[in-house]
């Protein structure tokens, strides 16, 4: 199962990767009282998990184990999940422009290698929206899409086989 840390750790490497960000040009939540320091960089990423969902396909496999454990069963339970993450950018004039380029980056193998270990694929991005004239921060200008991701997770489970059924009792036809 993949933990909301793992995640998040995941996209810092990834924003990382294409923007040569340093630990300082990130926040993952605003501080228990609602206040997100200032960037101390030119530009500033935000991000979090919007929404978590799971998908009506489930796949199940089941293989009957190598000798000696050829009584026991091994069954996987494959589930295809949908997560939505918010990924905001203050301080960046060309903040729709390197949205957009972190959304075209699900093409290149060094996407795909960050979050082919938790089992995610980047899907793309909902409309990016110019969140500046909100003015709920001294941020200007701020930017904000929603990213999608597909993730599978698994279970895996085994459980001896039955074997042989007695009944007993009296037949009358």
């Excluded at 294409?18 to 960089?41: E, K, L, V, W």
């Excluded at 085994?158 to 007695?166: A, K």
Aim: aromatic share 14%.
């Amino acid at each position: 199962m993949t933990t909301e840390q793992q995640i998040y750790s995941a996209l810092h490497e990834w924003i990382n990767e294409f923007f040569g960000m340093s630990d300082d040009d990130f926040s993952i939540r605003a501080n228990q009282n609602g206040y997100t320091p200032q960037p101390r960089a030119e530009y500033y990423f935000t991000y979090q998990i919007v929404s978590g969902n799971t998908s009506d396909y489930s796949n199940t496999t089941k293989e009957v184990k190598a000798p000696p454990f050829e009584d026991f069963v091994e069954a996987t339970y494959l589930n295809r999940n949908a997560v939505t993450i918010s990924v905001e950018i203050y301080e960046a004039i060309d903040g729709r422009e390197k949205l957009a380029q972190l959304e075209q980056s699900r093409y290149r193998l060094e996407t795909r290698l960050i979050f082919q270990p938790l089992g995610m694929v980047l899907l793309g991005c909902g409309e990016i929206r110019d969140l500046t004239e909100l003015g709920d921060t001294d941020f200007k200008p701020r930017y904000q899409a929603d990213f999608n991701f597909r993730t599978n997770s698994t279970v895996k489970e085994s459980y001896e086989r039955i074997l042989e059924v007695e009944i007993d009792g009296v037949y009358n036809p």
